[in-house]
C-alpha cells in the first residue's frame, strides 16, 4: 500500500464557519476525518505547514511547500496538497517548476464548499486526489478536481461557483477519474 503525505494549507477546504464568514480552521487530522475511505486506498500521514486563506499565500509559502516536498521524497510514495482555490493553479504552476521531472505524484487539491458542510466537493476531489496520488503511472504536479486531472503548468480557474471550477490550457486532461 502507497505512503502518502497529506499537507494542509488551509483554504475553503479547511474552512469553518466564523462571525467574520468562512476562515481556515481545520487541520489535517480533521479533514481525513471526513474521508475514511481512504484507508482503502493508501496509507496517510499528515502535516500542517499554514493555515490561510489562498488569496494570502505568497512566493514564500511555494517554497515552503517545495521545501516540505523535498525534506520528505524519500519516506513517502507521494504527496496531496490541500489549498484553497483562488490561488491554486499559481501553486502548481509554481511547484511545477521548482520541484521539476518528479518521478512522484503531488496532487494539489481544494474545494468550493468546506469539508464539513453536508453538500461539497472536498470529500470527492480529495478522495480523487488520494486515489490518483497512489495510482502507479501518476508523477509531477498536477491538480485534482471535480474528478479531473490537470498538469499543473495547464490549470486555470475559470469558474468561482461552481464545481467545475478549473480547465486545462491547450492541453489535455492527464487523466479523468470517476
Not at 512566493?59 to 523535498?70: G, N
Not at 521524497?73 to 501553486?91: K, M, Q, S, W
Not at 494539489?108 to 495510482?135: E, H, W
Request: net charge negative; hydrophobic share 40%; glycine share 6%.
Amino acid at each position: 500500500m502507497k505512503k502518502i503525505l497529506m499537507i494542509g494549507t488551509g483554504g475553503t477546504i479547511a474552512s469553518t464557519h466564523t462571525e467574520q464568514g468562512l476562515r481556515p480552521g481545520l487541520g489535517t487530522e480533521d479533514i481525513l476525518r471526513y474521508i475514511p475511505a481512504v484507508r482503502d486506498i493508501c496509507q496517510v500521514e499528515a502535516i500542517q505547514v499554514c493555515s490561510l486563506d489562498s488569496t494570502n499565500v505568497t512566493p514564500e509559502h511555494w517554497k515552503l511547500l517545495a521545501r516540505t516536498v523535498e525534506e520528505n521524497y524519500e519516506r513517502f510514495d507521494g504527496f496531496v496538497i490541500c489549498h484553497g482555490t483562488d490561488t491554486l493553479a499559481y501553486t502548481a504552476a509554481a511547484l511545477s517548476y521548482m520541484i521539476r521531472n518528479s518521478e512522484k505524484p503531488i496532487v494539489i487539491t481544494g474545494a468550493q464548499k468546506p469539508i464539513c458542510m453536508d453538500v461539497t466537493d472536498a470529500r470527492t476531489n480529495l478522495l480523487d486526489s488520494f486515489i490518483y496520488a497512489a495510482d502507479d503511472g501518476s508523477r509531477n504536479v498536477s491538480i485534482v478536481f471535480d474528478g479531473k486531472v490537470i498538469a499543473g503548468t495547464r490549470a486555470k480557474k475559470e469558474r468561482a461557483k461552481s464545481y467545475d471550477a478549473f480547465s486545462s490550457i491547450n492541453f489535455p486532461y492527464l487523466a479523468v477519474i470517476q
